[in-house]
């Protein structure tokens, strides 16, 4: 069982910087994807950044040079840091672990961007 709690969502101006934790309890080590997604209102659930257990990463498009996701294994804790954050990238994020075919997710924060 792995449980997952982010944090470090607020309220920033346009051009602004925010970095979201996930800590993780629990056995992620073997993980197969680690990684953050967010959900927009009226949108669907999107992956914005994402590890794979090759150690490579992924990035959505719209965040490629502004969002940099980094993990502290001593400390089990998956980060996510957004600079130059736009009124899109206004969502609740989310912070996903798949490990032993099963999928966990937490229970979200809010970033709010305002122009």
């Known amino acids: 069982q792995v449980q997952l709690v982010e944090s470090g969502g607020g309220l920033v101006q346009a051009g602004g910087s925010l970095r979201l934790s996930c800590a993780a309890s629990g056995r992620t080590f073997g993980f197969t994807v680690f990684g953050w997604y967010r959900q927009a209102p009226g949108k669907q659930r999107e992956s914005v950044a994402t590890i794979r257990s090759s150690s490579s990463t992924y990035y959505t498009d719209s965040v490629k040079g502004r969002f940099t996701i980094s993990r502290d294994n001593a400390k089990n804790t998956l980060y996510l840091q957004m600079n130059s954050l736009e009124p899109e990238d206004t969502a609740v994020y989310y912070c996903?672990?798949?490990?032993?075919?099963?999928?966990?997710w937490g229970q979200g924060t809010q970033v709010t961007v305002s122009s």
């Open positions: 996903r672990c798949i490990v032993a075919g099963n999928s966990y």
